[in-house]
């Protein structure tokens, strides 16, 4: 067993920075890739970013590319999402995720391994 838990969401001007936190603990992490996923009210869940293993790879969905990174490190048991230049289009519910496979995550697979509970994000316009 995985267990995530995420912190760092919270009210942000647009514009604005946000860096969201994911404390893993259980298992090796190191054997999984990790991701991050957003849900606003109304919509379906959302691929945000994801990275591999070792953190070599990352990956990131289009409406993110060049604001938001996504980091890790192994020895703390942490990964984190960097967001900047926020729009009132990032405000979600963001949840850290865990699988052995980083494609589950990518194709935002419904059998993806482990979920954080998630971390409110709101950007004012």
């Known amino acids: 067993q995985v267990q995530l838990v995420e912190s760092g969401g919270g009210l942000v001007q647009a514009g604005g920075s946000l860096r969201l936190s994911c404390a893993a603990s259980?298992?090796?992490?190191?054997?999984?890739?990790m991701g991050w996923f957003r849900q606003a009210p109304g919509k379906e869940r959302e691929f945000v970013a994801a990275?591999?293993?070792?953190?070599?790879?990352?990956y990131y969905a289009d409406s993110v590319k060049g604001r938001f990174t996504i980091s890790r490190d192994n020895a703390k048991n942490m990964v984190y999402l960097r967001m900047n230049s926020l729009k009132p289009d990032d405000t979600a519910v963001h949840y850290c995720a865990a699988d052995t496979r980083v494609v589950k995550l990518i194709r935002n697979d419904r059998g993806i391994d482990y979920w954080g509970q998630g971390t409110q994000v709101t950007v004012s316009s």
């Open positions: 990275i591999s293993r070792d953190g070599g790879s990352t």
């Open positions: 259980g298992r090796t992490v190191s054997n999984y890739a």
